[in-house]
């Protein structure tokens, strides 16, 4: 795991406290406080897998009450096949209607560093910002909150579309990407819904007005006609 320098560079990995527990890096000890922030139960590093291939692994989260492991990845260290086949392992596999604990089966998380401008996920960025992440096999993985046990959790597209802590249907819910910026990283208040939309609105007024600007600018640089 590597951290970042102000300039965006690759740093050795620094362990960092928090909360009673030593990371290996600075990275996971952010993704941990964002996991409280939302206050998602979380263990770390509680399991070594043995993967079918024979390969070990230790990923870094597992977060019970939503059967979902999490796997932090640093922009120097790209290589995510022991997460990919983590999560292909975990994955349902049940002929008819899903059986597993958790609908969908496990899943398995990559979490990135802090996404900053708007809509872009490829840009390096300092610690703060929000939360990015992507599902390391199947369908994309987008952010909720279960309106019946108030839990915030990943699911997937896979239908139904199911709590993975109660089980109730999440079908009439909104479901967020990265890019809609609904994660403060590191820190900051407790998200809901209504976050997203606020700064949804806050984000189109700022572009009507900009463009209002931009047109009346034009307008007073048009050339005098007689």
Known sequence: MTDLHTDGQPIEALPTEYSGTTFRSRLEADWARTLDTQRIL???????????????????????????????????????????????????????????????G??????????????????????????????????????????????????????????????????????FQPHDRVLPFGSGSVWSPADTAAIRREIAEQIAEAEAADSGHSRSEAPYEE
């Not at 590093?45 to 597992?62: C, K, M, N, Q, T």
């Not at 496990?106 to 599902?135: F, K």
């Not at 579309?161 to 819910?173: D, G, M, N, Q």
């Open 106 to 175: 496990e899943m398995v998380l990559l979490g990135w560093v802090a996404e900053r401008t708007h809509g872009d996920i490829n840009v390096a960025r300092s610690r703060s910002g929000y939360a990015s992440w992507a599902a390391a096999h199947g369908p994309s993985a987008y952010f909720v909150l279960c309106p019946w046990c108030g839990l915030r959790q990943w699911i997937t597209l896979r239908r139904p579309w199911k709590c993975r802590a109660c089980c109730r249907s999440l079908e009439s819910e909104e479901l």
């Open 42 to 104: 979380w263990q770390y590093e509680p399991e070594r897998v043995i993967l079918p291939s024979g390969a070990h692994y230790l990923p870094d989260f597992w977060l019970p009450e939503i059967g979902t492991w999490l796997e932090v990845k640093g922009p120097a260290t790209p290589r995510k096949e022991k997460a990919v086949e983590l999560g292909k392992t975990r994955a349902c596999r049940c002929d008819g209607p899903c059986a597993c604990a958790w609908p969908g």
